[in-house]
């Protein structure tokens, strides 16, 4: 595998982490490497990929060569591969460079963002990585579809080695109600008199395009017409830490706002880094999470409410996030601040409906979306890579429509 890598604080590297241990769960018989960034770390990971030079792929390709893997499994988001010089990036030419280089080994490559509709540079990125790649893996059907009418409107071939494998969610971090109050004792949170028994949580990383505000912002209207309907008080659990100082400005915003909510005794602040079993954990004790986004083509912290079988509202239309919460059932769609404030009143006052969207959601996991099922697809997607590049066939994936 080539990624980023914790101990680095990216969501890529979490990914790569958990993907990496139900691979080799999967494949007892076969030593699952990674070749990573040089803040990478741990047993069988290579830290080489060094983006102060401007040929930081050479090493990579080379130590491909030693190993003479069975397949070599990417992880790509922009920003992991662009080497820049004097402020101005390469647009991830060194990263295509890597791609013709690895040519001669089954190649898989997993994109971690394919909007609905490209710029111009990814567009091309995204023509040139399929032409050099044999097998591409969308995490969504309707990036797939999406991507064949782009490519035919600008009159290109559409790609036939795109293969949808969707972002795997851990099947074995279920919690039941009984657990909840241990749970709560664990994360400090019962030493918190004033906290309700009931929480709707905001969790994950705090970055601008999650939009904590927009919740915070109308939390305490929202808390009060909850009890006024149903007689129970309802409170806020905002948990999370910020990884990225570019985001500082609206981070201070978000616990700026938390700070008078906690004033209150309406919300708590719970500041932890976002993975590990302390990520299921927070959304364990949580009857309902939020999942704001402006820009999410696939979650990772949807993954993990899918993973507890959370029921939670999120924004819609939004690339990844409408398409699972369409998919699984589990979950409702905001396109209005009306209309979260409506959904997290229903979701409150209707316990049944709690139930019934976390049956779904467990339903979901175990046929869909749990990791068992992921590397079942990502061995199908190996094979059909080394049938590629040993026979020197593209691969042909049926379209979706």
């Known amino acids: 595998m080539i990624s980023s890598y914790p101990p680095r604080l990216c969501g890529i590297g979490t990914f790569c982490e958990e993907a990496r241990e139900f691979i080799q769960k999967k494949n007892p018989g076969r030593d699952v490497l990674v070749i990573s960034h040089l803040d990478g770390a741990g047993e069988g990971v290579m830290p080489l990929i060094d983006l102060n030079r401007e040929d930081w792929w050479r090493p990579v390709v080379d130590k491909v060569e030693e190993l003479k893997p069975y397949a070599v499994h990417i992880q790509h988001e922009y920003g992991l591969y662009e080497y820049y010089s004097n402020g101005q990036g390469d647009r991830n030419r060194g990263f295509l460079k890597m791609l013709d280089k690895l040519r001669k080994w089954p190649t898989v490559m997993e994109p971690h963002t394919v909007h609905g509709r490209f710029t111009e540079r990814e567009a091309e990125f995204i023509r040139q990585a399929c032409d050099l790649t044999h097998m591409m893996i969308f995490k969504c059907a309707y990036q797939k579809w999406r991507l064949h009418w782009q490519f035919s409107q600008r009159g290109w071939p559409v790609p036939t080695n795109i293969m949808i494998i969707p972002h795997g969610a851990r099947p074995d971090k279920r919690y039941s109600v ?224």
Request: glycine residues 6%; contains cysteine.
């Open 178 to 401: 009984e657990d909840v109050p241990h749970l709560r004792e664990e994360l400090g949170l019962n030493a918190i008199s004033h906290l309700s028994k009931h929480l709707v949580g905001l969790v994950g990383w705090i970055q601008s395009n999650k939009r904590w505000d927009i919740l915070t912002s109308m939390w305490e209207e929202v808390r009060k017409e909850i009890h006024e309907r149903s007689g129970v008080w309802w409170d806020l659990l905002a948990a999370g830490s910020m990884r990225d100082p570019n985001h500082e400005r609206d981070y201070l915003l978000y616990r700026g706002q938390l700070e008078v909510l906690e004033k209150s005794k309406a919300a708590h602040f719970f500041e932890f880094i976002p993975r590990g079993d302390v990520y299921y954990k927070v959304m364990a004790v949580c009857d309902c999470v939020v999942l704001p986004s402006t820009d999410e083509t696939q979650s990772g912290t949807l993954a993990r409410i899918i993973a507890v079988n959370k029921p939670y509202i999120t924004t819609a239309p939004m690339e990844g996030l409408t398409s699972q919460t369409l998919e699984s059932g589990g979950g409702l769609l905001f396109s209005t601040k009306e209309l979260l404030r409506k959904h997290l009143i229903r979701l409150a006052c209707d316990a049944e409906l709690r139930m019934k969207l976390g049956s779904r959601l467990q339903e979901y996991l175990e046929k869909v979306v749990s990791w068992e099922v992921v590397t079942e697809q990502y061995d199908e997607a190996y094979s059909i890579a080394r049938a590629s590049a040993l026979g020197g066939n593209p691969a042909q994936i049926p379209a979706e429509f």
